[in-house]
């Protein structure tokens, strides 16, 4: 889901708070430079200053977003995940203290959400980043 319309009008659906929400977390994930540089690829340079730059981001739309964010998880020093994407499931699995893991999988269809392997790895990048703050911290 994109965000909408609705959006510009400074009205947001809870879905689409939950969509920025994340979004955000993972642009600071990332650092603000890698954040940054992706607006600018995606505006040709030009970052729309009249729209918040979080509902810019396309983490949750885009593979061309959102697997830097996976060699990212990929390659981190102490709790590097392993990130396995098959079919409509990811699962990232961390060996810091033993065998963590995080999967995203949708066992049925659900008419409210996509069941793909893109929202699904967007779902486990976004879990992994929430437990991987809570192990930094």
């Known amino acids: 889901m994109a965000l909408n319309k609705n959006v510009a009008k400074g009205i ?3 879905q689409e708070n939950e969509l920025l929400e994340n979004n955000k977390l993972i642009a600071e994930f990332m650092g603000m430079d890698s954040f940054k540089d992706s607006l600018a690829s995606l505006h040709q340079g030009k970052i729309n200053v009249d729209v918040d730059v979080y509902e810019q981001a396309q983490y949750h739309t ?3 977003w959102l697997m830097p964010v ?3 998880i ?3 020093d102490r709790l590097a995940g392993i990130v396995t994407i098959n079919q ?3 699962t990232i699995k961390s060996n810091m203290l033993g065998d963590n893991t995080i999967m995203s999988k949708q066992a049925g269809s659900n008419y409210q959400e996509a069941n793909t392997k893109l929202s699904n790895t967007y779902k486990a990048v976004v879990e992994f980043i929430k437990w991987y703050s809570e192990k930094e911290d």
Do not use: A, F
């Open 62 to 64: 885009s593979w061309d």
């Open 88 to 90: 409509n499931c990811c």
């Open 74 to 76: 990929e390659n981190l």
């Open 12 to 14: 947001k659906t809870r």
């Open 70 to 72: 996976v060699e990212k």
